[in-house]
């Protein structure tokens, strides 16, 4: 199995521009998740998708932050415009049965290391 | 609500040294509890993990014991290698609340020959 796939790796970009970072999880699991990381604040859960439908976005820091799921194998986080405040590393998680089964493993992936400048 | 604290790092050894990361967690129902390591540019894996009271995870020589009357779940290994350096957190998951993680701020550990 490769795992949960994440792109871009890095981005760079420029204040006011939008971005889109993008996550596969791995096949066959029903939840999906999106953290946020930075020295800061740590490991921030943002929103968690069961069955590609939102269940919790309390996380999302504001409007200029969505997350979509239009099916099983795939997810994006868009952050329009950018800030840069928004920099840090944001990961992607996938689990076979999330809130059903709260002992359920999450796996990463290797995260996409965002830089607003 | 729910939370973990962790010691503060960072934490330096010798190789063979014993390692202990404290973590202790509030939750308001019975949550299962989870230590994940993060490797340099890597994502987080899993450790180790406990479901209920007094459960012992292991893995890798890493172990942990899930205390319900002192709220903790402290991570130990008997002898650490230069390997083992990392980033460690511990984390709880509660299914009242939807089976989301919560984590701690993360330890970190470096191991010199």
């Known amino acids: 199995d490769a795992g949960v796939i994440q792109s871009p790796r890095h981005e760079v970009t420029e204040m006011g521009q939008e971005v889109t970072l993008r996550c596969k999880p791995i096949?066959?699991?029903?939840?999906l998740f999106w953290y946020r990381q930075t020295m800061m604040r740590g490991l921030e859960l943002l929103i968690y998708?069961?069955?590609?439908?939102?269940?919790?976005d309390s996380g999302m820091p504001e409007d200029r932050f969505s997350a979509k799921m239009p099916n099983a194998s795939f997810s994006t986080l868009k952050i329009q415009p950018s800030e840069p405040r928004d920099s840090a590393v944001y990961f992607c998680?996938?689990?076979?049965?999330?809130?059903?089964?709260?002992?359920?493993?999450?796996?990463f992936g290797p995260g996409t290391r965002l830089t607003v400048l | 609500g729910n939370s973990v604290t962790q010691m503060e790092g960072p934490v330096t050894l010798s190789e063979e040294a014993f390692l202990t990361i404290n973590c202790t967690y509030t939750?308001?129902?019975?949550?299962?509890l989870f230590w994940y390591v993060q490797y340099p540019g890597e994502g987080l894996q899993l450790l180790l993990k406990?479901?209920?009271?007094?459960d012992k995870g292991s893995n890798k020589g890493f172990e942990a014991t899930y205390r319900k009357e002192t709220t903790s779940f402290h991570l130990e290994k008997g002898s650490v290698q230069v390997s083992d350096s990392a980033v460690y957190f511990c984390a709880l998951s509660d299914q009242n609340q939807g089976g989301k993680l919560i984590f701690g701020q993360g330890t970190e550990l470096s191991v010199k020959p």
């Open positions: 406990a479901t209920k009271a007094d």
């Open positions: 998708f069961n069955n590609n439908v939102p269940i919790d």
């Open positions: 939750a308001t129902g019975y949550p299962s």
């Open positions: 096949s066959g699991h029903n939840s």
């Open positions: 998680a996938s689990s076979l049965r999330g809130g059903l089964a709260g002992a359920d493993t999450q796996y």
